[in-house]
């Protein structure tokens, strides 16, 4: 019994350490555990002494028979006899249930004398341990069932509560004393714009007396806008950070769940909370998710969607200005928008976060660079000129990357060759140095990239190329970094055929050097060509369709091609094809002549690529001085508008 008991206690320990996530699985084992338990105790209780042998009834008669028993003992069904040799061994057997003792054993042909000389002691049902014994064997199966179904509605429960109690909003609170979470103004870098229009709301959160005792209405909701990761879920928490109020988080996509009617009570919820709080911010971040404009149709109408739209609507527009409760909301999808979110009183503060600019992208890094120990040679400005494009989220992952990338070498301090190491795997995911050209590829890979670059430094207006490739990376068999000197927000024609050119310069160079086109260019293809469709339709960049904006920016990548409105005539849809068909041309003969005139400076960058596979843009730029041409310097561009 002992044993049995300890060995239960070792198998309970171990269930314990298992993690208890395990559910079902885990409400099993530990029933089958009691089920053990109490088996266990029911085996050894039942057999209670060893000892004692078991006997047929027919040899308890033959030995009642020949007077070797003194006496019985009857026990429900059980008889133990107790024999009158030396050892006073004890016999057990049991009888049939529906007859007595006196009975059973007339009925096996033994005379009552010989009965009569046996002493017969009848013991009653002893309580706690007959029942026990007698109930245990249907019990313990009940209580296993029991005990599965209890473990099951439990789980049913925690799944039904979610539904029931509507997840008492899901959102994640931020009191204005959490030290840990605390994000201030300080914590986002360069966004002045939009800094400063988001001080005012930090002011009246501060001090609300003074705005409302003149009589100005301070603004409900504010929506910040801006393209993922430059920092607009950053800046909402550092407004609250900065008024030292409540934050309320949600995501736009937490509202949508299963059942129809619970992201609007999750917003009643929401508000209710916040108003509690007050003063006090609600953000809901990633808003199109709810908020897109309503009743469009496509893919069917979603009822939960709207319904939650209309209680955030509703919720905005019953609050009083004197509420102290100000609902910010983030997007990088404005155009989809439904317009009644953006009426006066709702979200009609709207706030753009563009994309750092070199300065800002040089903050952001020194941001993100404390606590980490850097070499001396690290310059963020460098960093920050070859990085545009990148959102704040790109450069957060650049310094990681980067302390990634030395921790690996094992070395103790960031370099600079880290970091830069880190911006082209940011950019275009890890190299796949595993993946394995093979020689010709290898050959036709490197013209091609050297065809990008020679046409780059070739053409007045397109960019300067930092460095050619051909490590494959991402999909990308090869690639040549060219970046632009500054960020532009403005493109000219000029440029755009320029950056055409140069996407056909690998394909232009595959042509002329093997004869025959491979695959690799079908990506250079579909980049140029959906660029000179945009100069055709959008930006009236063609003399023959003149001044017509045909395709508004948007929208089309909501709904996809196949429905999408077109809103010219079918002849003008001719003469927007005919069109691209011309720009591409000219960008290909425009390739073709400057990849034809230098093809001893082509063969020279394509043999060193394929020797040491990565041209850093110095090396790059030597061979090219040594062949006639000059490269670009800063400054050589004029920005054309
Ligand atoms: P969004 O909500 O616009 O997609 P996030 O606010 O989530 O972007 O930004 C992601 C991360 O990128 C932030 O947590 C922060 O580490 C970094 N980041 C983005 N913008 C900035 C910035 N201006 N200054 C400092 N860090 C930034
Ligand atoms: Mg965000
Ligand atoms: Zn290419």
């Given at each position: 019994m002992n044993n049995q008991q300890n060995n239960d206690n070792n198998q309970e320990n171990k269930e314990k350490k298992?993690?208890?996530?395990?559910g079902l699985l885990n409400s099993i084992s530990i029933g089958l555990l009691i089920l053990l338990i109490v088996s266990g105790i029911y085996s050894a209780i039942a057999s209670e002494n060893k000892n004692t042998i078991k006997i047929n009834l027919s040899e308890l008669v033959s030995d009642v028979g020949a007077g070797n028993v003194t006496s019985i003992t009857v026990k429900g069904d059980t008889l133990t006899a107790t024999y009158n040799d030396e050892k006073k061994t004890i016999k057990e057997t049991n009888k049939e249930s529906d007859s007595s003792v006196t009975e059973t054993f007339s009925r096996y042909g033994l005379t009552p004398e010989k009965l009569n000389a046996v002493k017969i002691n009848v013991e009653g049902p002893s309580g706690f341990l007959f029942w026990f014994v007698q109930i245990t064997p249907f019990l313990a199966p009940l209580l296993f069932i029991i005990l599965i179904i209890w473990f099951l509605s439990r789980q049913v429960k925690g799944a039904g509560m979610q539904a029931f109690s509507f997840g008492q909003s899901k959102a994640r609170i931020t009191l204005p004393d959490d030290k840990k979470q605390k994000v201030t103004f300080k914590d986002v870098a360069g966004a002045k714009e939009a800094k400063q229009e988001l001080a005012e709301i930090v002011d009246f959160l501060k001090n609300p007396k003074k705005f409302l005792e003149i009589g100005a209405v301070i603004p409900k909701g504010i929506l910040l806008m801006g393209a993922p990761g430059t920092g607009k879920t950053l800046l909402a928490r550092a407004v609250a950070g900065e008024a030292n109020v409540a934050f309320f988080a949600i995501s736009g996509s937490e509202f949508v769940e299963m059942f129809v009617g619970v992201g609007a009570s999750r917003v009643r919820d929401l508000f209710k909370m916040a108003k509690e709080a007050a003063p006090a911010i609600i953000f809901v971040d990633e808003i199109d998710a709810v908020g897109?404009?309503?009743?469009?149709?496509?893919?069917?109408?979603n009822d939960e969607r709207e319904q939650t739209l209309n209680q955030i609507l509703v919720e905005m527009d019953g609050f009083?200005?004197?509420?102290k409760v100000i609902v910010m909301a983030a997007t990088?999808?404005?155009?989809?928008?439904?317009p009644a979110l953006l009426r006066p009183g709702r979200f009609d503060r709207r706030v753009t976060i563009d994309l750092p600019d070199r300065n800002d992208r040089e903050e952001i890094l020194k941001i993100h660079s404390t606590k980490k120990p850097f070499a001396e040679d690290v310059g963020l400005r460098v960093i920050a000129e070859r990085t545009p494009g990148f959102s704040g989220a790109d450069l957060y992952s650049l310094m990681n990357e980067g302390a990634i990338l030395a921790a690996r070498e094992n070395r103790t301090k960031i370099s600079q060759y880290d970091l830069i190491r880190a911006i082209e795997k940011v950019m275009l995911g890890p190299e796949r140095k595993s993946h394995l050209l093979s020689k010709k590829e290898k050959e036709i890979t490197a013209y091609h990239e050297a065809g990008h670059a020679l046409v780059s430094s070739l053409l007045p207006f397109a960019d300067p190329v930092h460095k050619i490739s051909i490590i494959s990376r991402g999909r990308a068999a090869g690639y040549t970094l060219h970046l632009p000197l500054e960020d532009r927000k403005m493109q000219s024609k000029k440029e755009f055929l320029d950056d055409i050119a140069v996407s056909l310069g690998g394909y232009v160079v595959e042509k002329i050097m093997f004869n025959d086109v491979t695959t690799g260019p079908s990506n250079d293809l579909q980049v140029s060509t959906a660029l000179a469709r945009d100069m055709v339709t959008k930006y009236g960049m063609s003399e023959k369709i003149g001044v017509l904006a045909l395709e508004n920016s948007g929208g089309r990548a909501m709904f996809g091609k196949g429905i999408e409105d077109k809103e010219y005539s079918e002849k003008i849809g001719a003469d927007i094809d005919s069109e691209v068909a011309r720009i591409m041309r000219e960008a290909y003969d425009k390739a073709e002549d400057a990849i034809n005139k230098n093809r001893p400076a082509l063969d020279a960058i394509a043999k060193r690529l394929i020797e040491i596979e990565n041209l850093e843009r110095d090396e790059y730029e030597s061979i090219i001085i040594a062949h006639g041409i000059q490269p670009k310097k800063k400054l050589d561009i004029e920005h054309q508008i």
């Open positions: 298992k993690p208890s996530k395990f897109r404009v309503r009743g469009t149709g496509v893919g069917g109408g009083e200005p004197n509420e990088n999808r404005p155009d989809v928008l439904d």
